[in-house]
């Protein structure tokens, strides 16, 4: 038998499932805010997994990867213990920010403090009421407004246990991320806890690709951990790619960019990435590979500033090995179009 749950008082036993709102802080109208967070507690005992998404409230793919991962009737199968916390950063999302109303960021406020900002606060309740009673943790990202990523996880790859689940997520590309001051994965890796970050598409947007991939990875995870059983198809060992460096290939002028490399697609060194020009094309500047690689990550928007982030190019040491996967993986993932929709999507 697992052992009972218990979150903000409430106790989830194993065998049941639970919607919690954990209490976050009042807001300035009296209304209390809360986190809504759901618990399915196993019947069997195992690891205990907390997904989290929207610590940046803008980010909103894996929220809707946590609903349909809710709904997986293999869940039913659990061992141990899952916690979905679907809004992290109740404030940002209400506000369609990634920031608090104080203008800090969730993920540079970890471990946080009791007494210390709203950040801070909320920080500090998510490490004592989630974080402290979980083993392993995935926390969910897209990249920021006008930004999209490639579908990657990022990870602490020098550890093998982390690596071992990074590897398991199935997504092509893997960065081996140093962590950042603050964040929850520095947090949780203090506590002895592997993390893997999912990072894919765009703030304030869906993207189905970018969601399938994330409900997949967290299962193969899952399964990685032993939380659920082995799928039956029999399939050779998936190998991502880890990429050896990566760098945003920043605009040298500032105008309106005309972009020329979609997300994942290969350049060589000197490739030809975007033009940045002013108005009227007088003056036109080319933006050029600096070497070889994938883009990883892209700016979607035309109007940029000298110094602006436009392309985030990942080099590889089997550059069409990493090339191979990331077709293959879009090939797996890309929506069929289905006539008529039905309300699981695919959202277009
Ligand atoms: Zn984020």
């Known amino acids: 038998m697992g052992t009972t749950v218990r979150i903000n008082g409430v106790d989830v036993p194993p065998g049941k499932r639970e919607t919690i709102d954990l209490p976050v802080a009042k807001l300035y109208t009296h209304t209390m805010l809360a986190m809504p967070l759901h618990v399915i507690n196993g019947k069997r005992p195992g690891p205990s997994l907390f997904v989290s998404a929207a610590i940046h409230g803008d980010e909103l793919n894996g929220v809707e990867i946590i609903r349909r991962l809710l709904k997986l009737p293999i869940l039913n199968r659990l061992r141990g213990t899952l916690i979905a916390i679907p809004i992290v950063n109740v404030h940002g999302f209400l506000d369609r920010s990634r920031y608090l109303p104080d203008r800090r960021d969730l993920n540079r406020s970890f471990p946080g403090h009791e007494r210390g900002s709203?950040?801070?606060?909320?920080?500090?309740?998510?490490?004592?009421?989630?974080?402290?009673?979980?083993?392993?943790?995935?926390?969910?990202?897209?990249?920021?407004?006008?930004?999209?990523?490639?579908?990657?996880?990022?990870?602490?790859?020098?550890?093998?246990?982390?690596?071992?689940?990074?590897?398991?997520?199935?997504?092509?590309?893997?960065?081996?991320?140093?962590?950042?001051?603050?964040?929850?994965?520095?947090?949780?890796?203090?506590?002895?806890?592997?993390?893997?970050?999912?990072?894919?598409?765009?703030?304030?947007?869906?993207?189905?690709?970018?969601?399938?991939?994330?409900?997949?990875?967290?299962?193969?995870?899952?399964?990685?951990?032993?939380?659920?059983?082995?799928?039956r198809k029999k399939k050779k060992p998936y190998k991502p790619v880890i990429a050896r460096a990566s760098n945003w290939v920043r605009s040298s002028e500032s105008g309106i960019l005309r972009a020329m490399v979609a997300l994942g697609a290969q350049v060589e060194k000197d490739s030809l990435l975007g033009v940045v020009a002013d108005p009227f094309g007088e003056r036109e500047v080319e933006i050029r590979s600096p070497y070889k690689g994938i883009i990883v990550g892209r700016n979607n928007l035309p109007l940029v500033h000298q110094g602006e982030a436009l392309f985030h190019l990942a080099r590889f040491q089997k550059l069409d090995a990493a090339l191979a996967l990331v077709e293959e993986f879009h090939e797996q993932h890309e929506p069929e179009a289905e006539y008529p929709p039905g309300p699981e999507g695919p959202i277009l």
Request: hydrophobic residues 45%.
């Open 118 to 231: 709203l950040a801070s606060r909320v920080a500090n309740l998510f490490m004592e009421e989630i974080v402290g009673q979980c083993t392993h943790g995935i926390d969910l990202h897209t990249g920021g407004l006008y930004r999209s990523n490639l579908p990657q996880i990022r990870a602490n790859l020098d550890d093998e246990e982390t690596a071992r689940l990074a590897k398991a997520f199935g997504t092509p590309v893997l960065i081996n991320a140093n962590i950042r001051d603050g964040s929850l994965r520095q947090a949780a890796a203090e506590q002895g806890i592997p993390m893997l970050l999912y990072e894919a598409g765009e703030a304030l947007r869906f993207d189905e690709v970018s969601i399938r991939a994330g409900v997949k990875g967290i299962i193969n995870v899952m399964r990685a951990l032993e939380m659920l059983p082995a799928s």
